[in-house]
């Protein structure tokens, strides 16, 4: 630690108050875990001013952002700096109201009719933070839990878990832990992030409506307090400590496609991608599952299913104009015949029993086992495995049951694992099991390829996002979880994580042509844009039902299409605002208690107000519009906003307004997103005063770091448009650009030295 940093930690009552930067501050409890942050890849320091005023009971810091009161009871109590309580500790003891104790004996006759009980926090846990609640308070983030977004009067657990029966909204945990949560009182904002991955439990307000809790089973008392004016930088403050996502390769942000059973044969996926080219539905890559590897053995393919060989047949589909992208499995087959199996166990690659044997548990391949991620030697390892796929032009990895899933009942707790440098209990490190497959796999590729690696993945922990995107897991095509994945996926974005999208039509169970087509309209922002679905349900590809499903269908991902270079500028961004890309409209409008618990409808960035129809029948709904002017993106009709309003949705029609004045960069329909620089660009602007930053760089690999990329600003007054190259980094730039007011087209031609000159003659070839 430096001078400074030094000078910014405190010691008081036993614990260590760091002040990090004005806006983020740890509190700390050695209670003998490991302090190897799995979430943290370098704090964020900044010299802050901290005061410091040591009362005779109380002693208080303040910075410019946030204001901490510790008694010696070891209150931490949390203000803003004008006086505002954002997170006061509750004085009494843990007090459940209204929740039967219920003594083995009845839990037993409960569940021998098939109930469960729900999640019940151990009373004495190793580490409890528990503060007042009041009554206007809303909570936010949490990552991919279920039901609305905000969590006020339910309780969740952190334990990932590979969960296949239908989602409820009260189901307390699923794939991922990301234990931050955002809190928001009147417009007051604050965060905490509890850097800790073994199991824990939040209940906000469920137990009693005095306190909402955050617990622990072990390890260290190891929390963020994040501060800021708004909740956009408070949740800045948390994407800067856990990390930013790297912008993805561009085709990231194309449709995708995929089933379980395509790769079965490589005719089946041929049919697919013909399907696609016939059907003219865009599409940048096709998912293989499970069955092109031969036998469930990761790093494999099938040659019998594949008689021509992966290579030919990766090269064809690439002809066609089609990425792929293989999913790999957490479980390895034990078999002693295989590489990958035999090289791990003679360098005791694998979570191992107390006697040092490599652990078996059943997964696909039958007896397999699973590597120890948690050791930087395994990482590194199966990071060069990754190059048997992009050695054969595979464009991304997959990664799938790395909860981890497991047939043969969960993965004894006590399991030898390692975390880093020691050996720890499985349960320690559990939580993070997905996270160091997703940072072996991201940084694999990128050593193999130079690319920005192309990473999915199910589970996940806090700073995931630095190497992966992730999917909700195994939704069903049901109408509920069409309407839970906006606050699920406004909530992982919220939680760090901007690249992340659901299963579109739903995996399990069949879909409907009224459902797939809903989906595809209410996902049509969603950064990953996967239709994926259940080998033996009802197939689910746009033209697996009716013409007007297809067309409908086909009309929205052109759509997308249009979308991308907003979506990307959105990335961009992202890398230095930490916002997501899909988000809650209270993000955008804080102080709106009608956006507080608005669940269906979301904003993408801040221009782009979409309300979905996620109702069966539904044919017109009622959009909330909030402060400010909207536009209609379908027939330019003009709405004040702060009122309801009601709007027409047939099925072929997705509610979408835009924020007047907004300036939208407006891509081309193509079938692929393009692997050339693009020549041209158009801009549509929604009013006639707006401006726009628009980013454009090659799409590909890291060169946009050191500063390959460019910048335009685009900017019209009264009518008027110019355009501006502000960053020229990138060589190729456009050469053609128009921008589209509500009056009319102007277009305009680069003359060289980052200038635009408008022209008045029609340009050819565009879209
Ligand atoms: O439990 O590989 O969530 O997307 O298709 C099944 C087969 C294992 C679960 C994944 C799903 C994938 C499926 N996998």
New binding site residues.
């Given amino acids: 630690m430096l001078d400074w940093q030094q000078q910014q930690t405190f010691s008081i009552n036993g614990m260590t108050i760091t002040v990090i930067s004005p806006g983020i501050i740890r509190v700390f409890q050695d209670r003998g875990y490991s302090v190897h942050s799995k979430a943290i890849a370098a704090l964020p320091w900044e010299k802050t001013v901290v005061n410091v005023t040591r009362g005779k009971e109380v002693t208080e810091l303040r910075t410019d952002t946030l204001v901490l009161k510790l008694d010696e009871e070891g209150h931490v109590d949390v203000y803003d700096v004008a006086g505002n309580p954002l997170a006061v500790d509750y004085r009494g003891k843990r007090a459940p109201q209204g929740l039967d104790k219920v003594d083995q004996e009845h839990r037993k006759l409960v569940a021998g009719e098939g109930h469960s009980l729900g999640a019940q926090a151990p009373q004495e846990a190793a580490i409890t933070v528990i503060k007042q609640l009041t009554p206007t308070v809303h909570f936010y983030g949490l990552g991919d839990k279920t039901g609305y977004l905000d969590k006020r009067g339910y309780a969740y657990d952190n334990w990932n878990v590979?969960f296949?029966a239908p989602q409820l909204e009260i189901q307390p945990n699923l794939y991922k832990s990301i234990p931050v949560m955002f809190s928001l009182d009147h417009g007051h904002p604050v965060g905490l992030f509890f850097d800790n991955p073994s199991r824990s439990h939040f209940d906000f307000g469920r137990e009693n409506p005095a306190y909402y809790y955050y617990s622990a089973d072990e390890g260290n008392l190891d929390y963020y307090i994040l501060g800021g004016a708004t909740l956009k930088e408070v949740v800045a403050n948390y994407t800067r400590l856990t990390g930013y996502t790297p912008l993805p390769q561009k085709w990231t942000l194309g449709y995708q496609q995929?089933r379980?059973g395509y790769s079965r044969s490589a005719t089946e996926m041929m049919a697919v991608a013909d399907g696609l080219t016939k059907h003219k539905i865009p599409c940048d890559a096709i998912h293989l599952?499970?069955d092109y590897m031969d036998g469930y053995r990761d790093f494999t393919w099938d040659q019998e299913k594949y008689p021509e060989g992966p290579r030919k047949f990766v090269a064809a589909m690439k002809r066609k104009g089609y990425r792929l992208v293989t999913?790999i499995?957490a479980g390895v087959k034990k078999d002693e015949q295989y590489s990958v199996y035999k090289e791990g166990e003679e360098h005791h690659y694998f979570i191992r029993n107390h006697d040092g044997s490599p652990y078996v548990n059943t997964v696909?391949p039958g007896d397999a086992v699973f590597p120890d991620f948690g050791n930087p030697v395994v990482r590194q390892w199966w990071g060069r495995k990754q190059r048997f796929l992009t050695d054969l032009g595979i464009a991304g990895t997959w990664n799938?049951?790395n909860e981890p899933?497991s047939f043969n009942g969960p993965l004894p707790l006590d399991l030898e694992c390692t975390d880093e440098d020691t050996t720890v209990p499985q349960r320690q490190v559990h939580n993070v099991y997905g996270h160091n497959m997703s940072r072996a796999t991201y940084e694999g590729i990128k050593d193999a390829t130079g690319l920005r690696p192309f990473v999915i993945t199910?589970a996940a922990y806090a700073g995931t996002q630095k190497y992966s995107t992730v999917?909700t897991?195994?939704n069903r095509s049901i109408w509920p979880h069409l309407q839970w994945a906006i606050p699920q996926l406004c909530n992982l974005g919220l939680s760090g994580f901007p690249f992340c999208g659901t299963?579109i039509g739903g995996?399990a169970s069949d879909t409907t042509p009224e459902l797939l087509v809903r989906w595809i309209e209410a996902a049509l922002f969603s950064p990953l844009y996967r239709n994926?679905s259940?080998?033996g349900t009802r197939h689910q590809e746009p033209w697996a039902f009716d013409d007007q499903t297809l067309r409908i269908y086909r009309q929205y991902v052109r759509l997308r299409y249009r979308f991308i270079p907003y979506l990307y500028d959105l990335f961009a961004q992202h890398q230095k605002t930490g916002l997501p890309v899909m988000r809650p409209v209270i993000l955008n409008y804080p102080d709106d208690e009608r956006a507080a618990n608005l669940n269906d409808e979301y904003m993408v960035g801040d221009d782009l107000l979409v309300a979905p129809v996620v109702v069966k029948a539904q044919r017109r709904r009622l959009v909330y519009l909030p402060a400010g002017e909207w536009v209609d993106f379908w027939n330019n009709r003009e709405y004040a906003g702060n009122q309801d309003i009601v709007v027409d949705a047939p099925l072929e029609r997705l509610p979408l307004f835009v924020r007047k004045n907004a300036v939208i960069p407006w891509g081309r329909v193509t079938m692929h997103v393009a692997a050339t620089p693009d020549k041209q660009m158009r801009f549509r602007v929604f009013g006639n005063n707006g401006t726009t930053v628009h980013y454009q760089d090659n799409g590909r690999d890291f060169k946009y770091q050191k500063g390959e990329y460019n910048l335009y600003q685009v900017t019209v007054t009264a009518g008027q448009a110019t355009v501006k190259l502000k960053h020229h980094g990138y060589a190729p730039c456009y050469q053609e650009v128009a921008v589209e007011t509500m009056m009319g087209v102007q277009r305009f031609r680069y003359a060289g030295q980052e200038q635009y000159v408008a022209v008045k003659e029609e340009v050819e070839n565009e879209e």
């Fill in positions: 590979d296949s995929s379980w599952d499970i999913i499995d696909w799938d049951m899933a199910r999917w897991g195994d299963d995996f994926h259940e080998l």
